[in-house]
């Protein structure tokens, strides 16, 4: 489910320019995902 959020709300994600590795959460508190760049574009 928390996948499915970022796909709708950041459009990188449902474009797939970004890809998501892994996503945690702690009910209530905080949550982390990881992501990875399918662009060759470098980020700094």
Known sequence: MLIEL????V???GEEVIEIKAA???PGSRAKIAVKTNDN???R
């Open 24 to 26: 945690a959460r702690d």
């Open 11 to 13: 459009p990188e994600i």
């Open 41 to 43: 574009v470098s980020i």
């Open 6 to 9: 970022f796909r709708i709300e």
